[in-house]
């Protein structure tokens, strides 16, 4: 969520970037450049020439705007209308009035800058530096045509080039270095959320770690200690059935982290493979689809069928009926009626048994919760 939210913002920067450009090109080229052409009509040695390269330029601008602001500046078309910008602005410093290529009067040259800046925001800054270099060598060689290039004009030149094409650069760097910016934050914020991510999925690790050490103390510690100290005996067939239990329980344990499409089956599976290794013949059949099951759900419904399992004498079945809502495990098997059967306790199931003789009949059910059900009503 918080890398999305980076992206946006550096999308948002980006075209706040681009459009703040485009508005500025425009400006300056249909309204100071447009005032100028309007006020200085009669100056131009040819008008319908100097409206021609005006208006050609100001559809160019309509299509370099358009294109940055849709984000569609390639190379090919920025580095074309670059080329038309340069030719037609040199026709239009040409119809301007003779030695005027940087008159009050002239306005061709200082489009080609901005428009320049327009089509060339996306690309390398060398290639900006090669039109306003070129836009002088050619605004230059006016000048010198008309033999304009005395020591006052030579002044005047540098000082209106130095502040046009300090302009420009200044407006192009500063749009390219927010944009940079506004993609190196995206970035930062992309490995600060993936850093989280990793401490998180970490955490996670180790308190499961935490849990499943502490069922293994209050399950099998005790089992372990007795046998270690003696006072639980190998060969009693009590304390063999409460082995198989927890060796089963440790097995279900380990298969909880396996990644599978039924986590539910492949748990059930572990403890039926402990009750094949002692010989039971085990059927185990399925009926609908399972839905996604919480763990501790999980763990409660293969508590018990894993307990009758551990101490099954020669058959069991276990059935495993589901839907969306509901999942149902049950288990026949000729469990021993002395056997220490763990019933599970969690609430959120309910258990049935039934013994027939030699046969213990078991069903667990659980319930997804109606959406209802979770509501406090406030008295």
């Known amino acids: 969520m918080i890398s999305g939210h980076g992206d946006l913002v550096a999308v948002r920067i980006t075209r706040a970037v681009n459009i703040g450009v485009a508005g500025v090109v425009s400006i300056w080229h249909f309204g100071y450049h447009g005032s100028k052409l309007i006020t200085h009509w009669s100056d131009y040695q040819s008008q319908a020439t100097t409206l021609a390269s005006w208006t050609a330029l100001a559809v160019i601008d309509v299509i370099g705007s358009v294109a940055l602001l849709r984000r569609q500046s390639h190379a090919a078309l920025a580095r074309t209308l670059a080329v038309a910008i340069l030719v037609v602005g040199s026709i239009g410093t040409a119809a301007g009035p003779p030695g005027g290529a940087i008159a009050d009067s002239s306005w061709a040259w200082s489009s080609v800058g901005w428009l320049g800046v327009l089509v060339l925001l996306r690309r390398p800054i060398v290639e900006l530096g090669v039109l306003l270099t070129a836009n002088l060598g050619v605004t230059a060689a006016f000048l010198a045509l008309d033999n304009a290039f005395d020591e006052p004009m030579i002044m005047r030149f540098v000082t209106v080039t130095c502040i046009a094409v300090g302009a420009n650069v200044i407006v192009a760097l500063a749009g390219r270095l927010m944009q940079e910016a506004a993609q190196q934050t995206t970035e930062i914020a992309e490995a600060e959320v993936e850093s989280y991510a990793h401490k998180q999925a970490a955490d996670e690790v180790h308190a499961r770690r935490q849990e499943r050490y502490e069922y293994l103390r209050g399950q099998v510690e005790s089992v372990l200690r007795g046998l270690a100290d003696g006072t639980l005996d190998p060969a009693d067939p009590a304390v063999q059935r409460r082995c198989a239990i927890e060796a089963a329980r440790l097995r279900r344990l380990f298969a909880e982290n396996d990644d599978v499409p039924n986590p539910l089956l492949h748990e059930l599976l572990t403890c039926v493979d402990i009750a094949e290794r002692r010989q039971v013949e085990v059927d185990l059949s399925t009926l609908g689809d399972l839905p996604s099951i919480p763990i501790a759900i999980r763990r409660g419904l293969t508590e018990t069928p894993l307990a009758v399992l551990a101490t099954a004498v020669s058959s069991a079945r276990v059935t495993v009926v589901s839907n969306r809502d509901e999942v149902i495990v049950s288990i026949v098997a000729d ?32 319930k997804r919760p109606s959406p209802l059900a979770s509501l406090t009503t406030i008295p």
């Not at 019933?343 to 039934?354: I, Q």
């Not at 003789?357 to 059910?365: I, K, M, P, S």
């Open 335 to 366: 469990a021993p009626p002395d056997a220490q059967i763990t019933w599970t306790t969690c609430p959120a199931l309910s258990t049935v048994r039934y013994r027939e003789g030699a046969n213990l009949w078991v069903e667990t059910r659980w």
